[in-house]
């Protein structure tokens, strides 16, 4: 199937420092960019997704950018709390109606 | 609401053994889908169901049977499970087609010996 490569698989970060995850896809016809995060044990949530028209967008301390053309997305999370602490999944659409996912990053918050 | 919820929440199986794990949603989704999360692997689609009635195979469909007799439930069958399936599987279900915005159940530890 298409692949969707996220990168780093680990992240550590001190307390109020950025976090930066990276995806790649490779469907052209993907027009629909979500990130999830999981938490230890938890269910994956979604926290901020982006739509093939639109190049970036915000909400609080979280952005997400997208460049089509090169066919990478990535995630920006700015004065990391320890709470941010969980696995982070990027997510390309396929066929109108299902999303292939990445590998997951863990991000660690250090106080 | 409940959102979306799974059964059972943990099981354990014997290799041959067969078993059926339950998904059902109370937001009048079309869509819906099975997900096996595996350690470093992130989330896998097994299977998806686009309405009542209707399944599709995803990207690891090998050893799992779906139904969708009743548009609110999704269920997941195990014919003869092997160590293989260990796993946790997340059951999804969404509304919207364009943009896929993705309800997840609290999940289903497998384990098979």
């Known amino acids: 199937g298409e692949n969707v490569e996220q990168h780093p698989s680990t992240l550590s970060v001190q307390e109020g420092d950025s976090a930066v995850i990276k995806c790649t896809y490779s469907?052209?016809?993907?027009?629909?960019f979500p990130w999830y995060k999981q938490e230890l044990g938890k269910r994956p949530q979604l926290i901020i997704d982006?739509?093939?028209?639109?190049g970036e967008k915000k909400d609080q301390r979280i952005a997400v950018t997208l460049n089509k053309t090169a066919k990478h997305f990535s995630l920006h999370i700015t004065e990391t709390q320890p709470e941010d602490s969980a696995v982070y999944f990027c997510?390309?659409?396929?066929?109108?109606?299902?999303?292939?996912f990445g590998k997951g990053t863990s991000l660690l918050v250090t106080p | 609401n409940a959102g979306v919820t799974q059964t059972p929440k943990f099981r354990v199986l014997k290799t041959g053994q067969s078993m059926t794990l339950l998904c059902a949603q109370d937001m009048n989704h079309e869509y819906m889908y099975w997900y096996r999360q595996d350690p470093g692997m992130g989330l896998r689609l097994i299977h998806y169901?686009?309405?009542?009635?209707?399944?599709a195979k995803g990207e690891v469909p090998d050893g799992y049977n779906v139904s969708r007799l009743k548009k609110q439930n999704f269920l997941l069958g195990l014919e003869s499970a092997a160590p293989s399936q260990t796993s946790v599987y997340f059951c999804?279900?969404?509304?919207?087609?364009?943009?896929?915005?993705?309800?997840f159940g609290p999940g289903t530890r497998l384990t098979v010996l």
């Open positions: 169901s686009v309405g009542e009635g209707t399944t």
């Open positions: 999804a279900s969404s509304g919207d087609r364009l943009y896929n915005e993705q309800f």
């Open positions: 982006i739509r093939s028209n639109v």
């Open positions: 997510a390309a659409s396929i066929g109108g109606y299902a999303l292939n």
């Open positions: 469907d052209s016809a993907s027009n629909y």
